[in-house]
């Protein structure tokens, strides 16, 4: 390949790192967004909210026709083919964590017109631990540190464990008031969304340690 060529491929893969951690810090925002309408009664954020979500999308249908074409013109080999495979794969794994934030987002304002079940507290709890985990997940892409990647996926498992927790106390509220049925569900909801933009986080740190060291876990 020549100088050109390379130097081309090189900032080719440097607009595509941007782009990918873009949409990170979109779907961070759009969790703040989604937790003011939940906990703060705010629709305003869920509309922008779902504007958000919808910036989240064009990103990942532009990135996706880049990263094909990368491929198709440039031929890398290695490293920077396993960094354009692991990118290909996390944007799909980003927008479906944005559009999670948005369902949050719709749910809260469902709830905000009738009064609250409960405290927020461990929904809440959640939140900060997606904040600190996109953070170092965008960290992670930005400048290839595997040790952050690996420190992101383990913050799942607190999260694993708290929507379990929640789980449990809205089960006891629907035993115990049939009239809570409907918004412990609705609050079940939104820790199902939760736990599953975690989750997709999460793979976005297994795509991330693909690309550095070339392993799966």
């Not at 999308?57 to 396993?82: F, N, S």
Request: hydrophobic share 45%; net charge negative.
């Amino acid at each position: 390949m020549s100088p050109d060529a390379m130097n081309s491929l090189e900032r080719d893969l440097q607009t595509i790192n941007g782009d990918v951690v873009r949409m990170l810090s979109l779907v961070r925002e759009s969790c703040e967004l989604a937790r003011r309408s939940l906990v703060e009664q705010d629709a305003a954020a869920a509309e922008r909210c779902a504007a958000n979500d919808d910036e989240i999308d064009r990103i990942q249908a532009e990135l996706e026709i880049r990263i094909l074409t990368v491929i198709a013109r440039r031929q890398p080999a290695a490293r920077d083919l396993r960094f354009l495979g692991a990118s290909l794969q996390a944007l799909a794994d980003i927008e479906r964590a944005g559009d999670y934030a948005e369902h949050v987002a719709e749910v809260g304002v469902r709830l905000a017109q009738q009064p609250p079940l409960k405290k927020y507290l461990d929904i809440q709890r959640i939140f900060e631990v997606l904040n600190v985990m996109i953070d170092t997940t965008a960290k992670a892409f930005a400048e290839g540190d595997v040790e952050a990647a690996r420190r992101a996926h383990a913050l799942d498992n607190e999260i694993d464990d708290l929507y379990d927790q929640i789980q449990r106390e809205l089960l006891t509220y629907m035993l115990a008031d049939t009239s809570a049925i409907s918004r412990a569900s609705q609050l079940a909801a939104v820790a199902r969304y939760l736990e599953r933009l975690g989750d997709h986080i999460e793979n976005v740190n297994e795509h991330v340690i693909f690309w550095l060291e070339g392993v799966r876990l």
